[in-house]
């Protein structure tokens, strides 16, 4: 169990940094801007989770973390704490979703499918999408089928 969140302040200096990009484009489209700082956290420290190298010291640098480690924990602390059901005593039950869909074609790691299912309290899924996707949504009876995405697109997306 996590003990304490300790990213407050590099959660609050990438709030601030995305807010002032995101307000941009929303100003540009004459439109509204509303977004998560703590979801956009989460899944980039998922992503760095099962980065290596430059890649990771880029992730880290950005989220304000000193380590996978830190970044774990304090998503931990997140879900087991500030999204703990309160519901039975009155208070509110927040849903976080999390997940990771990867590429059937290619196996993830056994360290990040640990840290995924033990620290990020995520869900793995395996998807085709060279051919198909078609994906259950858990606790939902809708299906989310992409059968045409084009081919030549695949290999640069990035799904989280």
Same mark, same amino acid.
């Given at each position: 169990?996590?003990?304490?969140?300790?990213?407050?302040?590099?959660? %609050?200096?990438? %709030?601030?940094?995305?807010?002032?990009?995101?307000?941009? %484009?929303?100003?540009?489209?004459?439109?509204?801007?509303?977004?998560?700082?703590?979801?956009?956290?989460?899944?980039?420290?998922?992503?760095?989770?099962g980065a290596r190298g430059s890649t990771l010291d880029e992730f880290l640098a950005v989220l304000g973390a000193s380590s996978r480690g830190e970044l774990a924990e304090n998503v931990l602390f997140v879900a087991?704490?500030?999204?703990?059901?309160?519901?039975?005593?009155?208070?509110?039950?927040?849903?976080?979703?999390?997940?990771?869909?990867?590429?059937?074609?290619?196996?993830?790691?056994?360290?990040?499918?640990?840290?995924?299912? %033990?620290?990020?309290?995520?869900?793995?899924?395996?998807?085709?999408?060279?051919?198909?996707?078609?994906?259950?949504?858990?606790?939902?009876?809708?299906?989310?089928?992409?059968?045409?995405?084009?081919?030549?697109?695949?290999?640069?997306?990035?799904?989280?």
């Amino acid at each position: 169990m996590a003990l304490r969140f300790t990213g407050r302040d590099s959660l %609050t200096a990438l %709030t601030y940094r995305l807010a002032e990009q995101l307000a941009v %484009t929303s100003a540009e489209d004459h439109g509204n801007l509303i977004f998560s700082p703590l979801a956009i956290y989460s899944a980039l420290s998922l992503v760095a989770a099962g980065a290596r190298g430059s890649t990771l010291d880029e992730f880290l640098a950005v989220l304000g973390a000193s380590s996978r480690g830190e970044l774990a924990e304090n998503v931990l602390f997140v879900a087991e704490h500030a999204l703990a059901d309160c519901s039975k005593s009155g208070g509110p039950l927040v849903a976080f979703a999390s997940g990771v869909w990867h590429d059937a074609g290619r196996p993830l790691e056994p360290a990040y499918k640990e840290a995924v299912v %033990t620290s990020y309290k995520a869900e793995i899924r395996a998807v085709d999408f060279r051919n198909k996707v078609s994906v259950h949504i858990p606790r939902s009876s809708h299906v989310i089928s992409c059968p045409s995405i084009d081919r030549s697109c695949q290999e640069n997306l990035v799904y989280i």
